[in-house]
């Protein structure tokens, strides 16, 4: 495989249903598994803040408010003020109650519901909390729906809040809803609620065994860190409650980041307001000179937070909605340009200046490189020291742009250092050092009104006391939820886990850590007269000690439509090769074989694009039928049971969702249909949009329905990216160095980070190109051979070809991590879960299992 990189700019085209020339853009709400909003689409309604931008120039410095340090109000009623060792007592009898609430009447409503009749159960006033604004209403539940009835004073220009939301059968998210409505709403059981137990934060952490996946390295940094912000109560719905992550990073000079230097990385021992000695002592006599006239307020080390609305906003100014919420805080106006978050370098130099600034990070330092752009082209200010246009954010020496930022910022998250010093950081925010003697010791004592449980508002008779109370713990910043009150366990290290891993868990690490421990082997599966053209990627299951002999699925198809269903263990320890294939025999046996063939088009050559599978493995998809339908063949049945009609020609190809949810297929009249399928078993899959945007034959498509992304490519050299709930069309990617009108879009795949990888080939050349989520292009290289197979493992993309080579490349700029010269032409490839294993069938009819062996 040849490692030709392509130069070039961006050189995309992006569309919308307006203004096709000048397209802005807004976040969506959309996450992946890891809890990533990774993800812009186009804002129809975009106000470049002109007025804000001549307000703050017309304004001055003087009148502009939020200094470093909030003004803190000392008389709070004290009948709402609580003692420390009062703090979180509440939180366990709470959920007490409402177990106990949930098993009245919970027959006499799942009756009400499976009679198919709304029926009213409860309604009360409530309020609505948005990002910055509580919405004062009404809210109805029904066995079948959630009313939301605005009932704020109607304004100009403003719209009404009034929604209903269907949670029956639809996504519903419901978050801190309290007491009788809660239990209300859980009673009700719906389908898609991830949460029903009511246990307290801690509680839920003890028994959800993250402390020890985190410990045995079976989960990233990254996902630990959302996991405990997700438990202790933060979200990204709340700007007072936003996820909180670390300052990793000390060194933001150098032109290169050396991850293997302790001097590289930020002290997490120590809050952020003392990372820097020489502010230890300024801090402490703050505290130690503290004292309330009234005797109420407790000492306190900083006067500031770590994470509030303010800081969020500092941070996210330059995406929409949060350009708007940030105008919103400075009544109107942008902040002045010396204010504004326009230099990482310069931020962490402040931070360490001033002990009254404590701003910790937010999760998009670790994913999202567009906050870092000012892709709407905000007037956001000129400095006024250097007369310097606030544009996008000055990175460190060290970053080429803002993805490569991205990359190595969260390279450092996960590091050896790192991991061996998270835990530190996760007692100080999460931890026994949040709050009492541990506390002080270290420094890390916050304004009492931010920690949880410490004012009683319903104490609060008068009404606006109570209402100012309320907007000073929200704008100033609320401490999480204490998750743990001893110190919390170190993380093994990447070599101890690893064997712990294999020698205890019964399972093997991700493939990407080990590139120069990797092997290959080979198992006849198949002969050379009938290879087989498509595999699917077994799942392996979490199994006890005593199912550990239990093996997984691996279905094969050949090249003559016939299906193999062998046996599959990702893990042998009494092998050196650390697994174990057990080939179905049936695959040769003219009586016993299950055979597919017999319909398909005579143009089409079996390939893999024209097959998938359910995740239950109960149900086979095939296209590229004659009569243009998608059959669907049933494993238990061994025959085509169903099939499914809307081309109106022949299907070439299929792709399904992690979850089983939706089909997408690609066809030759140039359309692409989205399938739900979510309820198969109960009724006949219907189409849920049509996707129109390629002027010849789709060739090939994938979904990520986590990231609501449907993306196609065809052979008129475009790939198209749409919505899959709207339909809407959002981006086309144009592949650089390609030879039009004659280039093909071979393949395409979609990382779990929003990644699009494909293929192409022209009258000259074979490529491959990797774009962001939001049509950044991050890399594109020429190959020797056509490809035949792609698809992402961690920040990796594979491509093998029919020259017999397969390559694993990283992501961002396509630089080959591994190599594999086969020297026999690829059929495919797909990945095990977890990355543990490739599997990659030759033309020869041989398996080629590439993964750690055991020794």
């Given at each position: 495989m040849l490692d030709c990189q392509l130069d070039g700019g961006n050189k995309f085209k992006q569309v919308s249903?307006?203004?096709?020339?000048?397209?802005?853009?807004?976040?969506?709400?959309?996450?992946?598994?890891?809890?990533?909003?990774?993800?812009?689409?186009?804002?129809?309604?975009?106000?470049?803040?002109?007025?804000?931008?001549?307000?703050?120039?017309?304004?001055?410095?003087?009148?502009?408010?939020?200094?470093?340090?909030?003004?803190?109000?000392?008389?709070?009623?004290?009948?709402?003020?609580?003692?420390?060792?009062?703090?979180?007592?509440?939180?366990?009898?709470?959920?007490e109650l409402i177990a106990e609430k949930l098993e009245e009447n919970d027959l006499e409503i799942k009756s009400e519901v499976t009679q198919g009749t709304e029926k009213l159960l409860i309604n009360c006033d409530c309020e609505l909390v948005t990002l910055m604004s509580v919405i004062k209403g009404k809210i109805e539940i029904t066995t079948n729906n959630i009313y939301f009835f605005d009932l704020s004073q109607i304004k100009e220009d403003s719209d009404r809040h009034d929604f209903k939301v269907k949670f029956i059968r639809k996504n519903c998210v419901i978050e801190t809803i309290r007491n009788n409505v809660f239990t209300t709403i859980m009673r009700l059981r719906p389908p898609n609620l991830l949460y029903h137990n009511y246990?307290?934060?801690?509680?839920?952490?003890?028994?959800?065994?993250?402390?020890?996946?985190?410990?045995?390295?079976?989960?990233?940094?990254?996902?630990?860190?959302m996991q405990l912000n997700t438990i202790a109560g933060r979200t990204y719905n709340d700007l007072s409650q936003y996820p909180v992550f670390p300052w990793i990073v000390a060194d933001y000079e150098s032109e290169e980041l050396d991850l293997t230097n302790p001097k590289t990385f930020r002290d997490l021992s120590r809050p952020i307001g003392v990372v820097n000695a020489e502010n230890e002592q300024e801090v402490r006599n703050k505290y130690n000179t503290f004292e309330d006239p009234c005797g109420i307020i407790a000492k306190f080390h900083y006067g500031t937070h770590y994470s509030n609305s303010a800081g969020v906003l500092h941070y996210l100014v330059r995406v929409e909605p949060f350009t708007t919420l940030?105008?919103?805080?400075?009544?109107?106006?942008?902040?002045?340009?010396?204010?504004?978050?326009?230099?990482?370098?310069?931020?962490?130099?402040?931070?360490?200046?001033?002990?009254?600034d404590v701003k910790e990070l937010i999760p998009e330092f670790f994913y999202f490189p567009e906050f870092l752009k000012n892709i709407n082209k905000f007037d956001l200010g000129i400095l006024q020291g250097t007369k310097e246009k606030v544009d996008d954010v000055i990175l460190p020496k060290w970053a080429k742009n803002p993805e490569d930022f991205i990359y190595k910022h969260r390279k450092a998250l996960e590091s050896e250092y790192v991991s061996s010093h998270?835990?530190?950081?996760?007692?100080?925010?999460?931890?026994?050092?949040?709050?009492?003697?541990?506390?002080?010791?270290?420094?890390?004592?916050?304004?009492?009104?931010?920690?949880?449980?410490?004012?009683?508002?319903?104490?609060?008779?008068?009404?606006?006391?109570?209402?100012?109370?309320?907007?000073?713990?929200?704008?100033?910043?609320?401490?999480?939820?204490?998750?743990?009150?001893?110190?919390?366990?170190?993380?093994?290290?990447l070599d101890k886990a690893m064997l712990r891993m294999l020698e205890y868990n019964m399972k093997k690490p991700d493939l990407t850590l080990f590139f120069d421990q990797l092997a290959h082997f080979q198992i006849e599966m198949a002969s050379d007269h009938d290879p087989i053209i498509f595999i699917n990627s077994p799942r392996s299951s979490q199994k006890g000690f005593l199912m550990s002999s239990v093996s997984d699925l691996l279905i094969t198809v050949s090249r003559n439509g016939y299906i193999g269903m062998h046996s599959w263990a990702p893990y042998d320890r009494h092998s050196t090769k650390g697994f174990s294939v057990i080939v179905d025999d049936s695959v040769n046996n003219t009586r016993w074989r299950r055979d597919?063939?017999?319909?398909?088009?005579?143009?089409?050559?079996?390939?893999?694009?024209?097959?998938?599978?359910?995740?239950?493995?109960?149900?086979?998809?095939?296209?590229?039928?004659?009569?243009?339908?998608?059959?669907?063949?049933?494993?238990?049945?061994?025959?085509?049971?169903?099939?499914?009609?809307?081309?109106?020609?022949?299907?070439?190809?299929?792709?399904?969702?992690?979850?089983?949810?939706?089909?997408?297929?690609?066809?030759?009249?140039?359309?692409?249909?989205?399938?739900?399928?979510?309820?198969?078993?109960?009724?006949?899959?219907?189409?849920?949009?049509?996707?129109?945007?390629?002027?010849?034959?789709?060739?090939?498509?994938?979904?990520?329905?986590?990231?609501?992304?449907?993306?196609?490519?065809?052979?008129?050299?475009?790939?198209?990216?749409?919505?899959?709930?709207?339909?809407?069309?959002?981006?086309?990617?144009?592949?650089?160095?390609?030879?039009?009108?004659?280039?093909?879009?071979t393949f395409v795949t979609i990382s779990a980070q929003g990644h699009i990888a494909f293929s192409v080939t022209d009258k000259i050349n074979h490529s491959v190109h990797v774009y962001s989520v939001n049509g950044v292009n991050l890399g594109s290289k020429y190959i020797l051979g056509q490809v035949t197979g792609l698809t992402t493992v961690s920040d990796c993309v594979v491509v093998t070809d029919d020259a017999g080579d397969l390559t694993i490349s990283r992501l961002l700029g396509l630089h080959p991590m591994y190599n594999v010269p086969l020297h026999i032409p690829i059929q495919t490839v797909v990945a095990t879960s977890g990355n543990t294993h490739l599997l990659v069938p030759l033309r020869d009819g041989h398996l080629v299992i590439i993964g750690l062996p055991n020794n």
């Open positions: 249903d307006h203004h096709p020339q000048e397209v802005h853009w807004k976040l969506s709400h959309h996450e992946n598994f890891s809890r990533m909003r990774l993800k812009l689409l186009p804002n129809l309604h975009f106000d470049s803040h002109k007025d804000a931008s001549n307000l703050r120039d017309n304004t001055g410095w003087t009148k502009v408010r939020l200094s470093e340090e909030i003004t803190l109000p000392i008389n709070i009623s004290q009948v709402a003020l609580r003692k420390e060792s009062d703090f979180g007592n509440d939180q366990t009898s709470e959920m246990k307290s934060p801690s509680d839920l952490l003890k028994s959800s065994d993250l402390i020890q996946k985190w410990v045995n390295r079976e989960i990233t940094n990254f996902d630990y860190l940030h105008i919103e805080l400075q009544s109107g106006r942008f902040d002045v340009a010396d204010r504004q978050f326009h230099s990482i370098p310069q931020t962490w130099k402040l931070l360490m200046e001033n002990p009254n998270l835990h530190e950081w996760i007692d100080l925010i999460f931890g026994y050092k949040q709050r009492g003697p541990e506390a002080i010791k270290a420094l890390n004592v916050f304004y009492y009104c931010s920690y949880e449980g410490a004012v009683d508002l319903d104490a609060i008779e008068d009404l606006t006391e109570r209402e100012a109370v309320e907007g000073m713990i929200n704008n100033f910043g609320q401490v999480p939820s204490q998750l743990l009150k001893e110190p919390h366990p170190v993380r093994l290290s597919l063939s017999g319909s398909f088009h005579p143009s089409i050559k079996l390939h893999n694009k024209l097959f998938v599978i359910l995740p239950d493995y109960k149900l086979l998809f095939c296209a590229g039928h004659w009569d243009s339908s998608i059959k669907i063949y049933n494993f238990n049945k061994n025959k085509y049971t169903h099939s499914l009609f809307r081309h109106t020609d022949i299907v070439t190809c299929l792709a399904m969702d992690s979850c089983g949810w939706y089909l997408i297929s690609g066809s030759k009249d140039c359309t692409c249909i989205i399938w739900n399928i979510n309820q198969i078993i109960l009724q006949p899959p219907k189409p849920y949009q049509l996707l129109h945007g390629h002027d010849e034959p789709v060739s090939c498509v994938s979904i990520s329905t986590e990231l609501d992304m449907a993306v196609s490519g065809s052979q008129d050299g475009t790939v198209n990216v749409y919505t899959i709930h709207e339909g809407h069309l959002v981006h086309t990617l144009t592949p650089e160095g390609c030879v039009s009108p004659i280039a093909d879009v």
